[in-house]
């Protein structure tokens, strides 16, 4: 293991001019990491995309990140631990981009890391990492905890991601909407004026996960094809919409903290005789559903929606999605990223790396219009080389 390591640090040490990033990004899903390498022009103009992988965790890590989700014994150890094994697992992903282009020189790593806990009302988020081990396996600067410093600043510390949306997905003169379907889903709204405003929805895949996981002992639901068979349960439905969260107005964010196995449990608990297939297509609908509020209700004037995320493969959330915006008289287009040519696997990546550049540029990375944040900040700490 260590030999591999050494072949990273002697082919990629730091290039002060390089303009190369690696963004790595594991989320409330707790699948494992999507990575990307990318060529990102510091004059704004197009990225190149130039290497892609997927590093699975291992099923003991993920259900030690689970486990983590939740207060429990001995947690400081525990976690220190989790965070040991994601940076050598941040770092398989490095070793894998690295050899898709093994002549490259890398600026910095923009390394998200494994939220545990989200509690910005609080005044903390925290992400589980070792930034000093993955830059000591990898010999590049790495740039992490990037979510710190906007709750610091009175924000939400999330969601980060639409600043860069704008910067790739924008267009002049029309609305869009990006919305990242991971465990929890986010929307960026990309106003026709230019401005961005974005929040958290809710839940994304993190209820039809956790549900097919106990009925199926699947890790999803592939294609939606479970869901799809079920019948959606109105009354359901209308006990998983009565929550507070969701009917705040922005700025807001949400995670596992709230939206757990004992918050499903609790919703499910009038409703024990339902079959466990139309809880599924209930699940999806209320994924569904609480999207096609926040676009309709925040971007009324929207001309195209734009899924990324591991819940663009979901073709019945995909189809639901264009249906419940129809009936809430929203008929913009509803489509992966992929039709604006980023596949909706690399979008967030993408992000960290973007993330990362900002950083090294002293540039700010957040948007105090989605964040509440008190101004632009510069996000992260540096771990060097
Ligand atoms: N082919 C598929 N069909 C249905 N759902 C999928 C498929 N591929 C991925 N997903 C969903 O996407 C999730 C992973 O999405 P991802 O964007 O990695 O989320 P996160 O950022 O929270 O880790 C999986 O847990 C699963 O729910
Ligand atoms: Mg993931």
């Given at each position: 293991m260590f030999g591999l390591f050494y072949w990273i640090a002697t082919k990629s040490m730091n290039n002060m001019n390089s303009n190369i990033y690696?963004?790595?990004?594991?989320?409330?899903?707790?699948?494992?990491?999507?990575?990307?390498?990318?060529?990102?022009?510091?004059?704004?103009?197009e990225m190149h995309?130039?290497?892609?992988?997927?590093?699975?965790?291992?099923?003991?890590?993920?259900?030690?990140?689970?486990?983590?989700?939740?207060?429990?014994?001995?947690?400081?150890?525990?976690?220190?631990?989790?965070?040991?094994?994601?940076?050598?697992?941040y770092a398989n992903c490095v070793a894998t981009l690295l050899q898709q282009a093994p002549q490259v020189s890398v600026r910095a790593i923009g390394a998200h890391g494994q939220t545990i806990r989200h509690r910005p009302e609080l005044g903390y988020t925290r992400q589980s990492n070792n930034p000093a081990l993955l830059a000591e396996l990898c010999g590049i600067d790495v740039i992490a905890d990037l979510?710190?410093?906007?709750?610091?600043?009175?924000?939400?510390?999330?969601?980060l991601v639409?600043?860069?949306?704008?910067?790739?997905?924008?267009?002049?003169?029309?609305?869009?909407?990006?919305?990242?379907?991971?465990?929890?889903?986010?929307?960026?709204?990309?106003?026709?004026?230019?401005?961005?405003?974005?929040?958290?929805?809710?839940?994304?895949?993190v209820l039809m996960d956790a549900w097919i996981a106990q009925h199926q002992a699947k890790a999803y639901d592939e294609n939606g094809d479970w869901a799809r068979q079920g019948q959606v349960q109105v009354d359901l439905l209308t006990v998983l919409c009565d929550e507070e969260f969701l009917h705040l107005s922005p700025p807001k964010s949400t995670?596992?903290?709230?939206?757990?196995?004992?918050?499903?449990?609790?919703?499910?608990?009038?409703?024990?005789?339902?079959?466990a297939v139309d809880v599924q297509a209930t699940?999806?609908?209320?994924?569904?559903?609480?999207?096609?509020?926040?676009?309709?209700?925040?971007?009324?004037?929207?001309?195209?929606?734009?899924?990324?995320?591991?819940?663009?493969?979901?073709?019945?959330?995909?189809?639901?999605?264009?249906?419940?915006?129809?009936?809430?008289?929203c008929h913009a287009s509803v489509d992966s990223t992929a039709a604006l040519g980023v596949s909706p696997s690399h979008v967030e990546a993408l992000a960290f790396a973007w993330l990362a550049q900002r950083f090294i540029l002293r540039l700010p990375g957040n948007l105090p219009d989605v964040t509440g944040a008190k101004g632009l900040r510069l996000l992260g700490a540096l771990y060097p080389a």
């Open positions: 690696l963004g790595l990004m594991s989320g409330t899903s707790l699948d494992g990491v999507d990575g990307v390498l990318v060529e990102l022009p510091e004059d704004g103009s995309l130039l290497g892609s992988a997927y590093q699975p965790f291992s099923d003991a890590m993920r259900a030690e990140a689970m486990a983590l989700q939740q207060p429990g014994e001995n947690e400081i150890h525990r976690e220190a631990l989790l965070a040991n094994q994601l940076a050598a697992s979510r710190s410093r906007d709750v610091a600043a009175g924000g939400q510390g999330a969601p639409p600043a860069f949306h704008r910067a790739i997905f924008a267009a002049p003169n029309v609305c869009r909407v990006v919305v990242n379907i991971g465990g929890i889903s986010n929307i960026s709204v990309l106003h026709a004026d230019g401005s961005t405003t974005g929040f958290d929805t809710g839940p994304g895949n995670g596992r903290d709230l939206f757990s196995p004992t918050w499903l449990s609790d919703k499910l608990s009038a409703f024990s005789t339902l079959a699940l999806c609908a209320f994924t569904a559903s609480t999207l096609a509020d926040a676009i309709s209700r925040y971007a009324p004037e929207v001309s195209g929606v734009f899924v990324c995320g591991g819940g663009a493969y979901n073709a019945n959330l995909m189809q639901q999605l264009a249906q419940e915006l129809a009936q809430r008289g």
